[in-house]
């Protein structure tokens, strides 16, 4: 069963505006952790911000914020003031004790930003 | 800044062939991951090292790969003989608890891309 799952195969955003990428997600575990990549077209994976389940507070890291709410197992990522070098792939990923604490990544979110 | 490093950048094989990936985790991580990421998909893990341990390769399709970290600090992955299907990206990442933050964080080097023909 897909433990990640990102609805928005493609988004668009115009540059300097915020954009929403979603990623829901199933764990019956109590402590784990939830991270964001991006991916360009160069293929490096680029790890954006970090949000564990036991911390209160939505995790935030210059223009990246995640939107964390535990009781609907959602963990969005917002772009806050879009920079045309934001185009790429957003991949969601869990870390799961039970899983050797490997990363399950979601199937991505192709974001585009425009002029 | 510190990098994991991955050689070579590409590679194209045909099928029947062996071929061999290389990766350099940042100094000091003790943990050390191959990912494997099919067009269009997320990366999926093929195995983890402790150290020079293997910690898990449950996903490793072990009649054709083969992983190895021998002196727990760089990895080569193999994989013999290639299949049309092995065509993907593999990418290396590192990691390191760091108590402070609570996890490890895992950082990924450049990937190799295979074309098996």
């Known amino acids: 069963a897909q433990k990640i799952t990102q609805t928005q195969p493609g988004m668009f955003v115009q540059e300097k505006e915020a954009v929403t990428l979603d990623c829901t997600y199933d764990?019956?575990?109590?402590?784990?952790?939830l991270f964001w990549y991006k991916q360009p077209s160069s293929g490096e994976m680029i790890f954006l911000i970090y949000?564990?389940?036991?911390?209160?507070q939505n995790a935030t890291e210059g223009r990246y914020s995640l939107n964390f709410q535990k009781a609907r197992k959602s963990a969005n990522l917002v772009i806050s003031a879009s920079q045309l070098g934001d185009s790429a792939m957003y991949f969601c990923?869990?870390?799961?004790?039970?899983?050797?604490?490997?990363?399950?990544f979601g199937k991505g979110t192709s974001l585009l930003v425009t002029p | 800044e510190a990098e994991v490093a991955q050689s070579p950048r590409y590679k194209i094989t045909e099928k029947s062939q062996a071929v061999a990936f290389w990766c350099d985790p940042i100094?000091?991580?003790?943990?050390l991951y191959w990912y494997r990421q099919i067009l269009g998909q997320g990366p999926e893990l093929l195995v983890q090292?402790?150290?020079?341990?293997?910690?898990?390769d449950s996903q490793l399709p072990k009649d054709r790969f083969s992983a190895e970290r021998l002196k727990g600090v760089d990895s080569t992955l193999k994989i013999q003989p290639a299949e049309l299907g092995d065509s993907a990206m593999y990418l290396c990442?590192?990691?390191?608890?760091?108590?402070?933050?609570?996890?490890?964080?895992?950082?990924f080097g450049p990937g190799t891309r295979l074309t098996v023909l």
């Open positions: 990923a869990m870390r799961e004790p039970n899983s050797g604490y490997a990363l399950n």
């Open positions: 949000q564990g389940s036991y911390d209160e």
């Open positions: 100094s000091g991580h003790a943990t």
């Open positions: 090292f402790q150290d020079e341990s293997v910690v898990d």
């Open positions: 764990t019956s575990d109590q402590s784990y952790g």
């Open positions: 990442a590192s990691s390191i608890y760091v108590a402070g933050e609570g996890t490890d964080t895992q950082y």
